[in-house]
């Protein structure tokens, strides 16, 4: 996917692109001319190449209530190549294929310097309508008006600017339209199986919602050697879909009868899952997969969360059954580190992940891209900036 190093004749000035802004709660994006602030210190401004829609954007297109925040510029998987860089930045030159992830990797403080962490304790994860270290925007329109950032990416315009800390260089011959896939939700479904959860050979799964995040989980858990993975799902057409990224059996959680689904995957597994995996991110499902979890050494991964809920579990269960429960933003995945693993993996056919690709659009048409995940048509709709 290389691509000739960009104009550097407009490092350190303004750059007038299109954007698509979400300006009303649920209403189409509409297409406009933005002007884009050059990278100030520790920052870089990207060239998206394409983006794709997850479902964490069309949540935050359709809420009204804070932290959504209008107008705003959505968007945060993509890859692109660097226009220019502020000051104090090193670990990338103009021209370089990067992609943006809303996770930062600061590289300095304890957690990032540690194996055992992907939570950067100096520059923590937020829903933040600005960017990385200072709370102000780049992005203008054409009559002055501040347009909000989302997850420090915004990659639903030509160009954006991104803190170093959530910026991380790939190999160049990376496919663009499967690159985007290593930024979120894809890459996260992987690193639960195989770095939070460490799925071990000759094991049970089961994964409630074969969403792409969940099918990632599947495709994870197939590498790591899993020997019977049960998808949970409401729609019987997930099963077949699941098939193709290792999953072996399927429970449609609509057609139980009396039986909650905890009871058919104890006797489906002879006591339980070894892991079990909530992708949906329903209270009620997190019950349900640690219920549905072995005792002793289960391990219940959630990759979800529903605002403001509670999980309530009896002390003496926790105690008398010593399973697990661990949550797992990002899939535990480091970005700087592990994504070009990954990557690498996928170079070499190891990583079977094309099958994530369903659509393919042009810029002009986003909202068809966002129309085809609410129809449950898609799992990712990747969006060419210029094509």
Same mark, same amino acid.
């Given at each position: ?22 300006? @009303?709660? !649920? &209403?189409? =994006? ?13 920052? /870089?401004? $990207? ?94 329109? @054409?009559? !002055? &008006?501040? =347009? ?13 600017? /991104?803190? $170093? ?47 792409a995040i969940g099918l990632a989980v599947a495709e994870g858990a197939r590498l790591c050697g899993a020997k019977k993975i049960i998808g949970v799902d409401v729609n019987p057409d997930k099963f077949e879909i699941g ?19 905890? &009871? ?15 992708? /949906? ?75 994530f690709v369903t659509h393919e659009v042009n810029f002009n048409d986003i909202n068809k891209a966002f129309g085809l995940l609410l129809e449950g048509k898609s799992l990712r709709c990747v969006i060419w900036m210029n094509?």
């Amino acid at each position: 996917m290389a691509e000739k190093s960009p104009n550097n004749n407009t490092a350190g000035k303004p750059i007038r692109c299109r954007a698509a802004i979400a300006r @009303i709660p !649920g &209403e189409p =994006l509409v297409i406009e001319e933005v002007l884009v602030a050059a990278p100030k210190p520790r920052e /870089v401004r $990207i060239k998206i190449i394409c983006t794709s829609v997850c479902p964490v954007d069309v949540t935050f297109w359709r809420s009204e209530h804070p932290p959504a925040i209008f107008p705003r510029i959505l968007g945060h998987e993509a890859v692109g190549v660097v226009e220019s860089v502020g000051e104090g930045v090193h670990e990338v030159v103009e021209g370089d294929t990067v992609i943006p992830i809303f996770l930062p990797d600061c590289g300095e403080c304890t957690d990032c310097l540690s194996a055992k962490s992907n939570l950067c304790s100096k520059l923590s994860f937020s829903i933040s309508p600005w960017i990385g270290r200072e709370e102000t925007s780049r992005f203008t329109d @054409i009559n !002055g &008006e501040t =347009l909000y950032h989302f997850l420090f990416v915004s990659s639903f315009s030509e160009y954006t600017v /991104v803190d $170093i800390a959530h910026v991380t260089k790939i190999d160049p011959q990376t496919p663009p339209d499967r690159a985007c896939l290593f930024t979120c939700g894809v890459a996260a479904g992987l690193g639960a199986a195989f770095k939070r959860a460490n799925v071990e050979a000759g094991t049970s799964v089961a994964i409630f919602g074969l969403g792409a995040i969940g099918l990632a989980v599947a495709e994870g858990a197939r590498l790591c050697g899993a020997k019977k993975i049960i998808g949970v799902d409401v729609n019987p057409d997930k099963f077949e879909i699941g098939k193709k990224f290792g999953v072996t059996d399927f429970v449609n959680s609509r057609n139980c009868g009396d039986k909650p689904v905890s &009871e058919i995957i104890i006797e489906m597994t002879d006591g339980g899952a070894d892991y079990c995996f909530e992708c /949906v991110g329903s209270t009620t499902l997190v019950h349900e997969a640690y219920a549905s979890c072995r005792k002793a050494w289960g391990k219940t991964v959630v990759m979800g969360a529903e605002p403001g809920a509670m999980l309530t579990f009896k002390s003496y269960e926790v105690l008398d059954k010593g399973k697990t429960l661990m949550g797992a933003l990002f899939g535990g995945l480091k970005p700087k580190s592990d994504i070009p693993i990954l990557i690498k993996r996928y170079m070499n056919k190891e990583l079977q992940l094309d099958e994530f690709v369903t659509h393919e659009v042009n810029f002009n048409d986003i909202n068809k891209a966002f129309g085809l995940l609410l129809e449950g048509k898609s799992l990712r709709c990747v969006i060419w900036m210029n094509k």
